[in-house]
Structures are given as structure tokens and as C-alpha cells.
């Protein structure tokens, strides 16, 4: 599991599924309390913390800029349980997306001064597949063609006081047309563009870190855009 907090990346494992080829900067070893900031750069590690280590982690990635910081990772025994810790403190929402082809480009949106990639919020009783397939038709205005599930990305941040968790479906598609493709300016998208991956890879500097995870799972999926 990695959530994104604060645009920082936060990775929980168990012993057996830690990556044995990455070097920490940094290495908390059962703690029962972590520095404020001062010692937190780089990559740093965190072995089977306590609830309350884990809870001043989280508003620490919340509340502060921590610039050197790259990465956290967490390892515990009981991974389910301290992901339902995690998700505990946060209000959770669900959305769905879709990274979009028509031949060898793919459709990017201009969101709020970055590059971004469509999605939206569940309507009620809506399937992961089926909000997907309606945002991104909505937001760009084309008609898609659903294809398999890439992966899903969990990024949190502030909404009227409250911490929100947002869980996102992202989904391969296929464009049917767009021949009437304009932005959604009501949801605050002020150019949509179709991009080579050079141009992609040049637009995700202006982006969101969890589109970057998200575009290289994309990439695993549909090698060919590599050559273009």
C-alpha cells in the first residue's frame, strides 16, 4: 500500500515483501517516538511502530513541509490491521479514472495549474468501472472504451478542516472519438490535450507525485508507448 501524503510517499510492507535492494537514510527501529522533523530526510524506515509513533507520522507528513524527505516506508507484522489504522484517521472517499490512448498518445487535463490525468467522485451505487468510464467521458467530453484496471492510488488532503484519504480506481481506455472534445470547466479543467510520451513525461514535471506512480504502472501495462 502507498499513500501520498502531502505529496510524500508513504509505503507500508511486511518483513517479507520489503524491497532487500533499497538503502535507507534514516532507520527507526520499534520506536516509541520519532524526532519532530530534524532527522526525518531522505528515505527513511520505520520497523513495527506503535499506534501513536504512526499517528504523529501522519500529522507530521500532514503538517509539515519536510523538503528533504523522499520517502517513508513502515514495516509490520499485520499489515491489514495497520492499513485499517491508517484509513481510521482519515475520512475516506472513493473515485474512479482512466488513463486514455488514441493510438500512441495519451489524454492529459490542465487541473488547477497542473497536469492531471481524469477522474471524479463514486455517484451513488456506481461500480469503480462505471464511475470511471463516466467521469472521464464528462470531464473530456469523448467517447472511451473501458479496458483493464492499472492499479489504484490513495492521496490525502484537506477539505474544509477535515482530513480526507481519497481512493482512486484507475482504469486503461481506449478512445472511440473525439471528434467534440473540450474541457469541463465547471470541474475547474482549463485545457485538455493529447501528448507522445516525451510530452508526457515533460507535462508530469508540472504534476501531482501520485500521477507520476500512476503513469509508470500505466507505462508496465502498454510498453509500446515507450518507443514514441
Sequence with gaps: MKIFIND???????YEELPKDKTFECVYDHPIDIPATGDFHDDVLIIEPTGDVIIKLLYLLRTRKLKHLDSVSVVVKDK????????????????????????????????LNKWDLPKGKFDRGEKPSECALREVEEECNIKVRLGNEICKTWHTYT????????????????CISDQDMKPQKEEGISDIRWMSHYEAKTALVNSYPSMRYLYKRFLKLVPK????
Design 8 to 14: 510524500k510517499p508513504l509505503d507500508l510492507f511486511t
Design 159 to 174: 477539505h474544509d478542516r477535515k482530513s480526507i484519504l481519497k481512493k482512486t480506481y484507475w482504469y486503461s481506455m481506449e
Design 80 to 111: 491489514p490491521k495497520m492499513k485499517a489504522f491508517i484509513k481510521s484517521r482519515f475520512t475516506v472517499i472513493k473515485a474512479a479514472g482512466g488513463v486514455v490512448t488514441k493510438g500512441d498518445k495519451v489524454l492529459f487535463i490542465h487541473r
Design 225 to 228: 508507448v515507450h518507443n514514441v
